[in-house]
């Protein structure tokens, strides 16, 4: 089985708007549910795990339900940073589901994956055990104490979703929790601060992750030339 475990736990800060990015509308649409509708059509995702800020479930449940996502099998409360929400999610689906299933984490503002995503993200983890979506980093790269050049050929961009059986996802939360690690930004950065290998599957820079205001704008001419075409 293979299980969607989308992240929706964030503040949104950086955003500087009165509700979560995630739960914002664009065209009339809450952004999670342009994330939500990708993997529900998606053939080859069974289910469907929201990790959702406090307060916020049911507001998720109705327009889940309301938009027609079938896949959705749970809603758990998400945790004080992304790791503690993706560490609720496994645990939430370690109750339930086998630890042989796939669990791909995805954020809910990442609204732009597509099927063709999602599918070599399933096929990368089944041939290699793990598949985070990437690109080639394409600017030059500079960093700045002390200064110097980053070859870019040597950096890639990590995105989502990433993939991974449920019980690698779960015994490596745990590892972390013993281990004092807290802080990583999402499951590829935790697997690389255990020293577990991960393998890389193809994403696309239409795969834009919204996290400040100007990444909506991004948003909304990508959905005009999707609508155009």
Not at 11 to 28: D, L, W
Not at 150 to 158: S, V, W
Request: glycine fraction near 8%; proline fraction near 5%; include cysteine.
């Amino acid at each position: 089985m293979n299980i969607a475990l989308i992240i929706a736990g964030g503040v949104g800060m950086r955003m500087c708007q009165p509700i979560p990015k995630q739960f914002m509308e664009v065209n009339g649409i809450p952004i999670i549910m342009y994330t939500l509708r990708t993997f529900q059509d998606h053939p080859e995702i069974d289910k469907i795990e929201v990790v959702c800020l406090d307060g916020w479930q049911d507001w998720v449940k109705k327009h889940a339900e309301e938009g027609g996502i079938t896949k959705l099998c749970g809603i758990c409360k998400g945790g004080d940073t992304g790791q503690a929400s993706t560490r609720n999610g496994v645990i939430s689906l370690m109750e339930r589901y086998s630890p042989d299933d796939m669990v791909l984490v995805h954020s809910a503002n990442r609204p732009m994956v597509t099927a063709e995503i999602i599918s070599d993200c399933i096929s990368t983890c089944k041939k290699f055990g793990s598949a985070i979506t990437a690109i080639p980093c394409i600017d030059a790269m500079v960093y700045d104490q002390p200064m110097h050049v980053i070859p870019r050929e040597r950096l890639i961009r990590t995105q989502a979703p990433q993939a991974f059986p449920l019980s690698e996802l779960a015994s490596a939360h745990e590892e972390a929790l013993q281990r004092g690690i807290t802080g990583s930004v999402d499951s590829c950065t935790l697997m690389i601060e255990l020293g577990r290998n991960v393998a890389f599957s193809k994403g696309s820079e239409k795969n834009i992750k919204i996290t400040i205001s100007d990444d909506v704008d991004i948003f909304k001419a990508l959905l005009a030339i999707e609508s155009s075409s």
